[in-house]
């Protein structure tokens, strides 16, 4: 019988993990008692290590505000030697700040961030917000095995 040990995977396997780019959870503190979290697609440079997001904008949504906010982002895999997950946590800095400007663009440009319909209507018709997570801590995981 096999337990199943847990280990910290190394920078190499985490971009491996996270440069395939796809979906994961964006999670924001807001005044109500839980988190508000939802799915998201994202993009992720391996080669200064930072997320991209498009993410759905509204006048009457929850959010608020997400310039600046500390959030934690999530996303997980299956490899053939078991489960990754990552999570990243840090501020959003929205793309068009003169001050990421450029940076952001160049960024963008060696990402892929797929479009996603999850919001019940075409996403021609949702308006979307460019945002980058340049995380401040990286948790990893992934499994290993431990023979009996």
Known sequence: MDDIDIEEMNSNERDELLGASGTGVLSLTTDEPAPYSRPVSYGYDQTE???????????????GDLAG??????????????????IATGAL?????ESTGIEALQGLERTH?????IFGKPPK???FGFYRLVPTEFTTRKEGKTEL
Request: avoid cysteine.
């Open 49 to 63: 290590s930072v997320f991209y997001f498009r993410l759905a904008l509204s006048s009457d949504s929850v959010k």
């Open 113 to 117: 961030i797929p479009l996603i319909d």
């Open 125 to 127: 018709e949702v308006s």
């Open 69 to 86: 906010r500390v959030v934690s982002f999530v996303t997980y895999g299956q490899v053939e030697t078991g489960w990754r997950s990552v």
């Open 93 to 97: 800095e929205e793309t068009t700040d």
